[in-house]
């Protein structure tokens, strides 16, 4: 029975959660029933990539409607591996939010927050799963619209105008999404996104297409934070409470380059948006704009959560990057930035918040010596930012390998010098927050003497994911296995002059 | 001779790189028992010591340890392979190990530094990586412990913790990261795009089917990428890293930190490229010019510093570029020269260290203009300056001469007449910088003190400093006379012959 609808469990689960979270009311029992919820979707999500991985893409018809009337979902490596990195994160941010939501969400609003953190995963895992173009956008509201809750929870009030900016930036991006969609339909027809990729192969570069394509790919680099549609994401990360960073940093922004992945491979057909439209120089130009700009915004900003977040912008293009490439080896890095990143950032974030949690501020003035005051605390920080400039042994330096390697395959000398320039501002602005908390002294006049180490449940999620920098830095098996089977499963079909498949 | 008999030879390449992590880890342990922490480290070191021996004994009778830890990606592992460059320089890195710790100990003592544990730490974890670097089996290993080996020392070079080590610091990482990850990360992933190989073999991984142009900037890569080479314009972080404790200088600067980037360089044109591949490369010629300008240039500013560790400083970088220049001659016996000098030097310039650490505890003294008439003072010091000046400069009976002698042999060899002439020009150099110190030590003509000299007044370092001078300055006599061992050594590096015949 469980086996059946186990394509359907990381969505259910957490959908019939959500509104069971807001009657249960009490601020412990909330936490530990969505914590265990999250669990649960994150074991049938590693049960979905072992199934997928030994026998191959499933398909699940919702409610019983065959495709292409009814709502299919489609599981296969790619997304189960993405799934898997989605709910494992939320699992792990959940127990971290137990006492880091104590200082930064008022009592009276902790339901609500396990409730739209609950609705978020539902919109994520079902963005991931659908194989409908319209349930995409049905999900992506549903993921939206609990996003922008959760960032305007934060008691800094600046939270609302971030959380507005966000809400409008968010639902322009939607709105283009939804238009796109609904170009394709009048032309095919369908929504099934496997029907949509037949029928439109009788079009030949069709104007509407075309047009659709285009909206879908602006309304979608809006959600993942292209640049220069990223403006939204800095504001929005400063001010949200931490734990929500956390998640939506190493969540939100990775199933949005999903969903462009999908669309570019599995509904146009890369032929199409690559060779016909010459998506990728777009995208290419894009992703190394990105990549300079916001490391070097980076590099400037005092905040450190704002810091974290131009950072991201600046990895999202690391991840666009590899996709630009058209390269199995190039989408594959891409992939693996993906899940790494998702390891790397939310380490970080999580150390930000715990800092946080005991200063009560989060601009670099904060940190000063804190290497001796939250020693763990600092040390994950120090890891994880290791990994994010890319050190050897971290799981950072896996990504850059397979990026310069593919760049190089292409014989693009200077974008592979580029990206490594590229990680040479991460130097820069980590070392900037690990330099005032090693070797500037704490304020005296504060209350500084007390400051100790966070509780252990904040620093567990934070270590788990710090170890697995190590461990998929070293052991890149399990990532590398899958993350090549995808690309390799996405480019079937396409080989264009120069790639070996 | 031999202690690890009775272990498995494929073990010891393991336990040379996790005896000293180990000892890292029971340094932390022991921290607050200053005596037994301090006998860890001599322990440790000393059993680093005979591990070394053993795999050396094991290169001679002729087997190849090897070593395979783990895939990092398919095809490509962390692996280890001992080689003879490597053990040579495991051999110099592991002796001086002991003798730096037993320095180590009177200095940090004697100076009343703070957090002596985590310094010798860092410093067991820095020789831990040394090892790896030296058996590293292929190109992406020796990388990343590069790496590690950047990062676990950053923490000894800022030990200070005041505004100018933090500085100090900023320019070691930043020129040490910089070049690594933008040029030598570049490099190692170029080389593995074109061939798809990057084991160290003998006769390089390169063939004829592969672009000489490419090849030829793979070539500078690789050289302004081991920027522990210090090769001009990139060696601005070593007299940076001078803010160091002085037995951090002295081990990581005069030997293990510098000689890594040397040794990486050596091993890389030996093994990846071949010597016969680099004759062909149009850069070889530039790099070889760059390699002769930094000897020169740096030894004339190290005339200019009055601070003895600053000069020292640029007096490395100077004899680093020896190296690199043995190196990129691409003639057997210069590439001998080469490997040889990294020994030679390394016992030279850290007796030179040790002394200039013994002044500054027993007298508080860090300029060369303060020094005259320290002879009285502190006679046991400045003899040992005297001899590891004379071994640096390269005159007979010290150690130093046999590398110079070799590296001239092959640059005449090779026809390169204006390396000879800078070799030579160099050495005189060398003779204006360094042997003024002692002898305004020993000779102060301006001194007004007439009464004879006498052993009360001696104002010496602590004792276990002493020790440590004796013991290396004794090491620049004895490998004039002995250097036997270390020459068999380096003839069964493939392709490299101290009489020329490869």
């Known amino acids: ?501 | 001779m031999n202690l690890w008999q009775n272990i498995d030879p494929s073990l010891l390449i393991s336990l040379s790189i996790l005896v000293p992590f180990i000892g890292s880890l029971l340094v932390i342990a022991a921290g607050k028992l200053p005596n037994l922490r301090e006998t860890i480290t001599l322990v440790t070191a000393t059993v680093l010591f005979t591990i070394v021996l053993a795999i050396t004994d094991h290169t001679f009778q002729g087997v190849v340890l090897q070593q395979h830890v783990i895939d990092l990606f398919p095809g490509l592992a962390i692996s280890f392979t001992v080689e003879p460059l490597g053990v040579l320089f495991a051999l110099v890195a592991s002796f001086l190990w002991i003798v730096t710790s037993i320095y180590a100990i009177g200095y940090m003592r004697g100076h009343n530094e703070n957090n002596q544990t985590r310094f010798f730490c860092c410093f067991a974890l820095a020789i831990s990586s040394v090892m790896a670097i030296c058996f590293s089996g292929n190109l992406l290993t020796l990388f990343i412990f590069y790496e590690v080996l950047t990062l676990s020392t950053y923490p000894l070079v800022t030990h200070a913790g005041n505004d100018a080590a933090k500085r100090g610091g900023r320019i070691y990482l930043g020129i040490l990261l910089s070049t690594s990850i933008l040029f030598l990360l570049f490099a190692v992933i170029g080389t593995y795009a074109l061939t798809g190989n990057l084991t160290f073999q003998a006769g390089g991984v390169f063939d004829s089917s592969h672009s000489k142009m490419i090849m030829a900037i793979l070539l500078v890569l690789f050289c302004y990428g081991i920027g522990k080479a210090a090769i001009m314009p990139f060696h601005r972080w070593l007299p940076a890293a001078m803010v160091a404790p002085t037995p951090v200088s002295a081990l990581l600067h005069a030997v293990a930190v510098v000689k890594a980037g040397v040794f990486s360089l050596l091993k890389i044109v030996i093994y990846i490229f071949g010597l016969d591949n680099l004759k062909e490369l149009a850069t070889t010629d530039i790099m070889l010019y760059i390699g002769a300008a930094t000897i020169l240039l740096s030894s004339c500013i190290a005339m200019t510093k009055d601070n003895l560790k600053a000069r020292l400083a640029y007096s490395t970088v100077s004899q680093l570029s020896y190296i690199v220049v043995g190196a990129l001659l691409a003639s057997s016996i210069a590439s001998a020269g080469a490997a040889l000098h990294i020994a030679t030097h390394a016992v030279g310039k850290i007796t030179l260290f040790f002394c200039a650490g013994a002044i500054m505890v027993a007298c508080h003294k860090k300029n060369i203009s303060e020094m005259a008439g320290l002879g009285k003072k502190m006679p046991i010091t400045m003899a040992a300056f005297a001899i590891g000046a004379i071994s640096i400069i390269g005159l007979p009976p010290m150690a130093g001469t046999w590398s110079k002698w070799y590296l001239t042999i092959g640059a005449l060899e090779s026809d390169k007449l204006l390396i000879v002439a800078t070799l030579m020009i160099s050495s005189l150099l060398n003779i204006a910088y360094l042997l003024p110190i002692p002898i305004k030590a020993f000779f102060d003509k301006t001194s007004t003190d007439t009464q004879p000299w006498s052993w009360q007044q001696t104002q010496e370092a602590p004792l276990p400093m002493l020790i440590a001078i004796s013991v290396t300055s004794i090491g620049c006599i004895v490998l004039f006379f002995y250097p036997q061992p270390l020459i068999d050594l380096i003839n069964l590096i493939p392709g490299v012959a101290t009489n020329g015949e490869g």
């Open chain 1, 1 to 501: 029975m469980i086996e059946q609808h186990l394509a359907a469990l990381p969505i259910i689960l957490p959908l019939i959660a959500a509104p069971i979270a807001l009657i249960l009311g009490r601020s412990m029992l909330t936490w530990a029933f969505a914590t265990l919820v999250s669990a649960l979707s994150c074991i049938a999500s590693w049960q979905l990539l072992m199934t997928t991985l030994s026998d191959g893409a499933l398909s699940y018809a919702l409610g019983g409607w065959p495709p292409p009337w009814g709502i299919e979902l489609n599981v296969d490596v790619t997304n189960a591996f993405v799934l898997l990195a989605v709910s494992a994160m939320s699992t792990l941010v959940l127990i971290y939010s137990k006492d880091s939501i104590e200082k930064e969400i008022n009592a009276s609003n902790h339901s609500l927050y396990y409730t739209a953190h609950l609705l978020c995963l539902t919109g994520l895992s079902g963005m991931l799963i659908t194989g409908d173009a319209f349930n995409l956008f049905v999900f992506l509201e549903i993921s939206s619209l609990a996003t922008y809750t959760l960032v305007s929870l934060a008691s800094d009030r600046r939270c609302l105008t971030a959380t507005f900016r966000y809400l409008v930036m968010g639902t322009i991006g939607a709105t283009f999404i939804l238009i796109g969609v609904g170009m394709l339909y009048m032309k095919t027809g369908t929504l099934n996104m496997a029907d949509l990729s037949t029928k439109m192969a009788a079009f030949e570069s069709n104007r509407t297409l075309n047009t659709g394509l285009a909206f879908i790919m602006v309304g979608v680099s809006l959600k993942l934070a292209l640049f220069p549609l990223h403006m939204w994401l800095p504001a929005a990360y400063t001010h949200a409470p931490s734990s929500v960073t956390a998640f939506l940093a190493s969540t939100a922004t990775k199933v949005a380059v999903y969903v462009m992945i999908r669309f570019i491979f599995s509904v146009f057909g890369a032929s199409h948006v690559f060779e016909t439209m010459s998506m990728e120089i777009i995208l290419m130009v894009l992703a190394i704009v990105a990549i300079f700009k916001c490391s070097y915004m980076a590099t400037v900003q005092s905040n450190v959560k704002t810091l974290l977040a131009y950072s991201s912008v600046a990895q999202i293009g690391y991840m666009v990057l590899g996709i630009s490439l058209v390269s199995v080896p190039g989408l594959m890095s891409g992939l693996i930035h993906i899940f790494n990143h998702a390891l790397m950032k939310g380490a970080l974030f999580m150390a930000v918040g715990a800092v946080f949690y005991r200063m009560g501020s989060v601009n670099i003035e904060a940190f000063k010596g804190l290497g001796k005051k939250m020693p763990l605390t600092m040390a994950a920080f120090t890891i994880a930012g290791l990994s994010i400039i890319g050190v050897p042994l971290t799981a950072g330096f896996v990504s850059k390998w397979y990026l310069v390697t593919a760049a190089l395959e292409q014989d693009l000398w200077i974008v592979a010098a580029l990206v490594l320039l590229g990680s040479l501002l991460a130097v820069v602005y980590i070392g900037r927050v690990l330099e005032a908390a090693y070797f500037q002294e704490p304020p005296e006049s504060q209350g500084a003497k007390n400051i100790k180490e966070v509780p252990w449940l904040m620093l567990m999620p934070m270590w788990i994911l710090v170890l697995a920098n190590i461990y998929f830095g070293i052991n890149t098996g399990l990532t590398v296995e899958a993350a090549t089977s995808a690309s390799q499963w996405l480019f079937q079909g396409y080989n264009p002059a120069g790639v070996a498949l």
